[in-house]
T-cell receptor, first 111, second 116 residues
């Protein structure tokens, strides 16, 4: 069964619009990672969250981890075509470095 | 920042042949490397965990004799797909962790394997 539920599975937005991607775990996480992938290419590290209630921002992307450390959201403000790609959340269950990934969200930004 | 290099990025081979994929950490020592597999329009699935100097730990359902992993040094892990078949065609990607206090996990650029 999928340990990480990511939603939505796909998203098409108009350039300039804001959007949010969610990642939910049934278990408390040790850490939550967000990556971006162009299909057929490697993963680009976006952000890592470890503390309950933590929030990080980089340029127009903000990621939050809830207090219970079971849910994270990735918010993009004023989306651009360059934001298009597949966004993956990865969960770290313990101090080991293995990640379990969500199903991914395919984002398309229409100019 | 830390970089993980994966090679080759694309390989086409005949059914029955073996293919080796390399994963290198370029500016840090990776005591642990992970190998993932990704089918089209699906997420990454962990195949195995590779620890330097010891045998790899495989996930359930992954054939050890099919996917040979060698982690002979702190900067190199290899995945060999033996006797490849068309169903092995997939996108393979490695990740590495290392460095004191480094919580980030860096990924290679991936290898697209097509078995004819």
């Amino acid at each position: 069964s999928q340990e990480l539920e990511q939603s939505p599975q796909s998203l098409i937005v108009q350039e300039g619009k804001n959007l949010t991607i969610n990642c939910t775990s049934s278990k408390t996480l040790y850490g939550l990672y967000w990556y971006k992938q162009k299909y057929g290419e490697g993963l680009i590290f976006l952000m890592m969250l470890q503390k309950g209630g933590e929030e990080k921002s980089h340029e127009k992307i903000t990621a939050k981890l809830d207090e219970k450390k079971q849910q994270s959201s990735l918010h993009i403000t004023a989306s651009q075509p360059s934001h298009a790609g597949i966004y993956l959340c990865g969960a770290r269950r313990n101090a080991g470095n293995m990640l379990t990934f969500g199903g991914g969200t395919r984002l398309m930004v229409k100019p | 920042g830390a970089v993980v290099s994966q090679h080759p990025s694309w390989v086409i081979c005949k059914s029955g042949t073996s293919v080796k994929i390399e994963c290198r950490s370029l500016d840090f020592q990776a005591t642990t490397m992970f190998w993932y597999r990704q089918f089209p329009k699906q997420s990454l699935m962990l195949m195995a965990t590779s620890n330097e100097g010891s045998k790899a730990t495989y996930e359930q359902g992954v054939e050890k004799d099919k996917f040979l992993i060698n982690h002979a040094s702190l900067t190199l892990s290899t995945l060999t797909v033996t006797s490849a078949h068309p169903e092995d065609s997939s996108f393979y990607i490695c990740s590495a962790s290392g460095g004191s206090g480094n919580e980030k996990l860096f990924f290679g650029s991936g290898t697209q394997l097509s078995v004819l």
